[in-house]
C-alpha cells in the first residue's frame, strides 16, 4: 500500500468514527453496565432487577449517550431511600403498611437506600473501558 492509499483509508476510518464511534462505545457500555448492575442490585424475588433495561442510545459526532433505568414501581426508594407512609386503610379501617404474610410495620417505614446504581457505576468502570476499547478497535481497522 502507498502512502497515498494509506491516508485515503486513514481518512476513511476517521470519517467512520467521527459518526458513529461515540454512539456504538455508549451502546456497548450501556449493555456493560446494565449487566453489572443485574449483579449489584438487591433481591428478594427479582422484579426490581428484572425492570432493569437499556432504555436508550441518543447522540451523533464526538458525543453520546446510554439511559439504563428501573422500571420497578419502588426502584427509586429502594436506590435512594426514603419514608413511605401508608395512604390506605386496612380491613380494620387502619392506616397500616405490610401484609397478613410478611407482617405490619405501622404507619410509615424509612428506609435507607441502598444506592446500587452508584455501587454498579464504580464496579462497571473496567467493563466499560473494556467496552469501548472493544468498540475503538473495530473502527481502526484499515
Given at each position: 500500500?502507498?502512502?497515498?492509499?494509506?491516508?485515503?483509508?486513514?481518512?476513511?476510518?476517521?470519517?467512520?468514527?467521527?459518526?458513529?464511534?461515540?454512539r456504538d462505545c455508549a451502546e456497548e457500555a450501556g449493555r456493560d453496565f446494565l449487566a453489572v448492575l443485574r449483579v449489584v442490585t438487591p433481591k428478594r424475588t427479582g422484579h426490581l432487577?428484572?425492570?432493569?433495561?437499556?432504555?436508550?442510545?441518543?447522540?451523533?459526532?464526538?458525543?453520546?449517550?446510554?439511559?439504563?433505568?428501573?422500571?420497578?414501581?419502588?426502584?427509586?426508594?429502594?436506590?435512594?431511600?426514603?419514608?413511605?407512609?401508608?395512604?390506605?386503610?386496612?380491613?380494620?379501617?387502619?392506616?397500616?403498611?405490610?401484609?397478613?404474610?410478611?407482617?405490619?410495620?405501622?404507619?410509615?417505614?424509612?428506609?435507607?437506600?441502598?444506592?446500587?446504581?452508584?455501587?454498579?457505576?464504580?464496579?462497571?468502570?473496567?467493563?466499560?473501558?473494556?467496552?469501548?476499547?472493544?468498540?475503538?478497535?473495530?473502527?481502526?481497522?484499515?
Amino acid at each position: 500500500m502507498n502512502l497515498d492509499e494509506f491516508a485515503a483509508r486513514m481518512q476513511a476510518v476517521t470519517d467512520r468514527a467521527e459518526e458513529g464511534l461515540a454512539r456504538d462505545c455508549a451502546e456497548e457500555a450501556g449493555r456493560d453496565f446494565l449487566a453489572v448492575l443485574r449483579v449489584v442490585t438487591p433481591k428478594r424475588t427479582g422484579h426490581l432487577m428484572e425492570s432493569e433495561s437499556l432504555d436508550s442510545v441518543t447522540g451523533s459526532g464526538p458525543t453520546a449517550q446510554a439511559v439504563v433505568a428501573a422500571h420497578a414501581r419502588y426502584a427509586r426508594f429502594r436506590n435512594d431511600g426514603g419514608t413511605i407512609t401508608a395512604k390506605k386503610k386496612n380491613r380494620r379501617g387502619q392506616y397500616m403498611l405490610g401484609t397478613p404474610a410478611a407482617g405490619f410495620f405501622g404507619r410509615s417505614v424509612t428506609q435507607r437506600g441502598a444506592h446500587y446504581f452508584e455501587r454498579a457505576e464504580a464496579q462497571s468502570q473496567t467493563e466499560i473501558e473494556a467496552a469501548c476499547r472493544a468498540a475503538l478497535d473495530r473502527y481502526l481497522t484499515l
